[in-house]
């Protein structure tokens, strides 16, 4: 995931802030807090990473209210400005301003959703309202806009070169959708949506993360673990003991519907705690139930769409993306749905089989799917994911693969340095240099679960790489791998490896950027094309070449049997239905809530989220939707809101672009560099549809994807 949103404010309402040399507080009365908070001066340390040893919880708030101040008197100069509107007075002079709050944002966003702290947590609510007040006093100042409308009116007259004609032309459609146009009394209701908005998008944060934290599974008997590896259990001991909880053994829960140890676990009481445990974390009608919090979000965004004149927040919001309408979506919805569904169906008859003949006398539930589906994958394919766990040892495959394939494509390296500091002592920093040796980039890498990180796995820029700035891109993943007991190897499954190279993929398309403008930097794009170059670098964990430079036992060092390669390769379309219908089921829900109306009210959510499924015929009562809406963090506070169909669409370019490798020799450094030049390097300076075209040959088909998740009959293929 590329996190799209470093506070939870209006997704479409990116803050207009960038990188670079910050002047000094604007009064005097700041003086001596310059001299000791470190963001407000730019960080000595290389490609002006943040200085971790000297960063305090304290510091944010002032550096923070001190930004907006700053942009804010930077902003007035320019839309107060006597002189004729130009480019260079109207839009670069934008491009520079709010430095000293990008700075401290791109660190704050990192500490609050990897390392955050009860000070932190409450800072951030704190702030949200107010980040979106200046987002409003930017977006919805009626003079700034007339600069901005004229220049957009005479782009042709101007002549300017494709990347400055492509800026102004996003900022008059983001000027537009954020309400620029508006009557000053519809402005100051949409102001007051933004900031309710954005505290309750930071309150549903904070609400998710205590609620999958209080609802870690506890077990007292260890008996009731039978199934899992002896590492596990020693792990969930470790994570008991740190819970205070020794003696026991503590299961914390992933952000998604199903968790891991569920393909494990043997006694299926207890698999149906932990499902039950994460299908009802934030639904306990205590502090941590987010059900009201979401149903007024939803209701908030219908009302601003409104106001902004679209039908619905979908509409509205899609207005900048590929898929431009809701229809385009459920179109594409169309083309995937009942062969999905099929197939779940065919794959729960399967493991209901396997149930059945070994005397199971029940009928296959959620928590019961990964437990036999597994079974029925050693049984089809003679394959057995603690087979493979042994070969893929966590900091092999980094090194080995996912930034050995880098090297291949694209002729990258990487040092790490330990000389800079981290905000978390499991951390890691990587230098990186291009083919010629040239340092281009910093890349962090924070892979294991802990309970103050928010769940899931993403990408984002603590710096962000541009020309008109002189910044090159600082780059971080972060992931929530379980961390091995003491003195254990980190062996991950062949999920978490792929999981590694989708976010480095992200990584590539921030390290690869070379604009001049921070608004058009790397993954600064549409929702749904920021997944395409993410999703495309999973292609190269399988690559035989690759493959076979980080598939090997931890212990022995030998490469992993090609019988058991062939096996994984076999098994890859195993269980798709499953996996399609899971993810199609969330972006269904997602795109329902947000075709809402203003006139609709409030919602219960949980009767709304059934009858949406049923609906949509996504309603497989064995396939629970990867996120229920009460714990669905990427639409509620992380910028996904009516864009979670973007895995999916951008499946389809990742799926066709692979094919277009597959008929050009495959991997190459000359297809990397001719990758890397047309989409990695573009950042968001070109109409999507259009890059990506020009790359193919033509317009995205979905065929290739509908071949690699196994939802093409023989015949066609």
């Keep these: 995931m590329k996190l799209l949103a470093f506070l939870p404010v209006a997704a479409m309402l990116a803050i207009l802030t960038s990188c670079g040399n910050s002047g000094k507080p604007t009064t005097s009365n700041n003086d001596t807090m310059s001299n000791s908070n470190p963001f407000f001066t730019e960080s000595k340390l290389p490609f002006q990473a943040a200085d971790f040893d000297h960063i305090k919880n304290g510091d944010f708030k002032p550096a923070i209210e001190e930004g907006m101040k700053q942009q804010q008197a930077e902003i007035l ?75 957009y009116n005479q782009r042709v007259q101007l002549k300017l070169d494709q990347e400055s004609t492509r800026l102004v032309e996003y900022y008059y459609q983001k000027f537009e959708l954020a309400g620029a146009k508006l009557s000053d009394a519809d402005k100051d209701s949409l102001k007051k949506l933004n900031k309710e908005e954005a505290s309750l998008s930071a309150k549903f944060t904070n609400q998710l993360l205590a609620a999958a934290k209080a609802g870690s599974l506890i077990i007292n008997d260890k008996a009731e673990l039978a199934g899992l590896s002896d590492g ?28 891991p140890a569920l393909q494990s676990l043997s006694v299926r009481a207890t698999r149906q705690k932990l499902f039950e445990s994460s299908w009802n974390r934030a639904e306990k009608n205590d502090s941590n139930d987010t059900r009201a919090t979401i149903s007024r979000i939803a209701q908030i965004r219908a009302k601003k769409a409104r106001l902004v004149g679209f039908a619905n927040f979908a509409t509205w919001t899609l207005q900048d993306q590929m898929a431009k309408a809701p229809e385009a979506v459920e179109q594409f919805f169309s083309k995937l749905v009942p062969a999905a569904t099929a197939k779940a169906k065919s794959e729960a008859a399967d ?107 993403w990408m984002d820029n603590m710096v962000i790489q541009s020309k008109l700035l002189g910044t090159k891109p600082v780059i971080y993943n972060v992931c929530n791998f379980t961390k091995p007991a003491e003195g254990q190897p980190a062996l991950i499954s062949y999920n978490d490896v792929t999981t590694m190279f989708h976010e480095f993929g992200h990584g590539l398309h921030g390290i690869f950027a070379s604009q001049q403008y921070p608004s058009l930097s790397g993954t600064s794009t549409a929702r749904d094309f920021v997944e395409f170059p993410s999703q495309f670098n999973e292609h190269w964990a399988i690559d035989p070449q690759v493959f076979k430079h980080y598939a090997t036992h931890y212990k022995t060092g030998e490469l992993m049997p090609q019988a058991l390669v062939d096996k994984i390769k076999k098994a890859a379309t195993f269980n ?58 990427h639409i509620w506070s992380n910028g996904y809101a009516a864009g979670y169909y973007a895995y999916l669409w951008t499946e389809m370019l990742d799926d066709d672009a692979f094919a277009w490798f597959q008929e050009h020799g495959g991997l190459t450094r000359e297809n990397g560099q001719r990758f890397r030049d047309m989409i990695l390097s573009r950042g968001n300076t070109l109409d999507l549809a259009k890059m990506f075209s020009d790359f193919r040959g033509h317009a995205p088909n979905i065929e290739p994807m509908l071949e690699n998740r196994g939802l093409v009959p023989e015949k066609k293929k």
């Excluded at 130009?86 to 491009?95: C, P, R």
């Excluded at 049923?614 to 669905?632: E, G």
Aim: glycine residues 4%.
């Design 232 to 259: 596990a259990i020693e792990a969930a001991a470790r994570d008991a003991k740190t819970a205070n909880q020794p003696g026991k053994w503590l299961i914390s829960l992933q952000n998604t519907t199903q968790q």
């Design 351 to 457: 493991i209901q089989a396997v149930i059945d003949q070994q005397k199971g006398g029940f009928l296959l539930q959620p928590w019961d799917w990964d437990f036999y589906a597994e079974q029925v994958r050693k049984a089809k394919y003679d394959l057995d994911e603690n087979q493979i766990k042994p070969y893929f040892e966590l900091n092999n495959v980094l090194q080995n693969g996912v930034f050995y394939a880098a090297n291949l494509l694209y002729g990258l390296t990487f040092k790490e340095r330990k000389d800079i500091p981290v905000y978390q002592k499991d951390v890691r920093v990587f230098e990186v240099f291009d083919k010629d040796s040239s340092s281009i980039a910093l890349f962090y890498c924070d892979y294991f679960k802990r309970d103050n990180k928010t769940g899931g796995a």
């Design 77 to 151: 100069k320019i839309a107060d400005n006597p002189d004729t509107p130009t480019f260079e007075n109207t839009f670069v002079a934008m491009e520079k301003t709010g430095q000293l709050l990008r700075r401290v944002s791109g660190v704050f966003g990192l500490v609050t959703s990897a390392n955050t702290n009860p000070e932190l947590q409450k800072l951030q609510e704190e702030v949200a309202p107010k980040l979106a007040a200046n987002t409003d006093a930017i977006y919805l100042n009626t003079k700034l806009f007339k600069r901005v409308e004229t220049i």
């Design 576 to 633: 798709q239905g499953y996996a399609l219908t899971e993810l199609l089921a969330a972006a269904d829900l997602d795109m329902q809530w947000h075709t809402l109306t203003a006139n609709d009210p409030l919602q219960d959510v949980d009767k709304y989220e059934a009858e949406a499924l049923h609906k949509t015929h996504l309603d497989l009562p064995q396939v629970p939707t990867r996120y229920r809406s009460s714990y669905f963090l």
